[in-house]
């Protein structure tokens, strides 16, 4: 259950974003997520939900956008997206890759009321 501790990270952000730019209240927090970091969308809304109690994101909405996991092998060059978590290149079959996309876990946008 990782996504508790990410929440809580989260929230921290977005409180110190809410007070540079003078909320007084967030409406909607929107993350921008690489798949390669295997969260489970009901247990983040569900930590949200639980953390956000009592803070300047009380009644804030939860939203999510993945990102697909792009590799590029580093043999001969083909750049694709992985699927089901098989890390092979499809083209030669080599497993030397490097992950271009999909290890985001960032904070896209903040709306809310000042
Ligand atoms: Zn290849």
Known sequence: ?????????I?????????K????????????IGKMRQIVPDT???AFE?????TIADSAVLEMEFVPIKIHCNECGNEFIV???TYVCEQCGSTDLSVLEGQELI????????
Do not use: P, Q, Y
């Open 44 to 46: 983040m809304s569900f």
């Open 11 to 19: 929230l921290t952000i977005v409180e110190e974003i809410s007070e």
């Open 107 to 114: 904070i896209k946008n903040i709306e809310g009321e000042r």
């Open 1 to 9: 259950m990782h996504e508790f501790s990410i929440i809580e990270n």
């Open 50 to 54: 639980a953390a956000a109690k009592g």
């Open 83 to 85: 699927k089901n978590h």
């Open 21 to 32: 730019e003078g909320l007084t209240s967030v409406s909607k927090v929107t993350l921008l």
